[in-house]
């Protein structure tokens, strides 16, 4: 016998990659919640969650759809937190719980904590699947099987919020961890962010060559510089968020890896062999565990 659902009313605030995989995942398994709400900021993408019917009622007003749901879920670039929460917090339902899937988890608490009622329950979270695309076309059931979700409670959550959250993550077919919010944000600061900073640049360097140059570079592109090309493909309002929101963490990580490139560099220069051999063999390693852990 399937269980009963988790959620009566759950409301998603913005449909675009993580958002319409939700409820493309609530839709399929029947057990996420008996009634979807879908809010978006724009009438086109509004038309085409319709078309697409993956959720139960499409509301273009912020506020008439988190009345009377008992789940929201900020979707929206992190960078629209604030200016969404202030519009939806006074239509909140006591007892509801506010969960997000934003890439940074300081910048929540700092743009949510204050607008929510009291008997509210804010439990962030983060995801940690997503592809290059965005938009509700991009969604897929399937996103975040296998991948890991991280809950950043904070230290006065409801602990049976918090466990719903976790509980909500579980059914779309993810692997729970709990994190506080600054270790989060510096985690993913390393393995997310950096490396899309990275992409970004790259990209842009390559753009910037001479036009004779940059023809060869995209004719000839090694699987190495596609690799970069996909994850700059990524949405850049949601990067600029994430960038912005997770500016310490980020700079920190930044500085360390140009200490790093900057001696690979003059081991390059040098001839140090060794020392180049070294760097290899531990970006070897790093691969081999995600292999192991089902992550690559």
Known sequence: MADAPLFDRLCLLGVGLIG????RAAKARGDIARTVVAH????????????LGIVDVVEPDAAKAVQGADCVIFCVPVGAY?????????HLKPGAI????????????????PLLPAGVHLVPAHPMAGTEHSGPDAGFAELFEGRYCIV????????AAVEKVREFWRRCGSMIETLDPATHDKVVAIVSHLPHLI?????????DLAEETK????????SGFRDFTRIAASDPTMWRDVFLNNREA????????????????RAVRWGQAEYIEDRIRRGRKIRRGLIERKQA
Do not use: W
Request: proline share 6%.
């Open 20 to 23: 319409s995989s939700i409820a």
């Open 40 to 51: 978006a900021k724009t009438p086109a993408t509004l038309e085409r969650v319709r078309e």
């Open 82 to 90: 604030a200016e969404v929460g202030a519009v939806v917090a006074p």
């Open 98 to 113: 506010v969960t997000d899937v934003g890439s940074t988890k300081g910048s929540v608490v700092r743009d949510l904590s």
């Open 152 to 159: 950043t409670p904070l230290p006065d959550s409801d602990p």
């Open 199 to 207: 992409a970004f640049t790259i990209c842009s360097t390559a753009d």
């Open 215 to 222: 023809e060869a570079v995209l004719k000839f592109a090694a």
């Open 250 to 265: 980020l700079l920190e990580m930044l500085a360390r890896f140009t200490e790093d490139a900057h001696a690979l560099g």
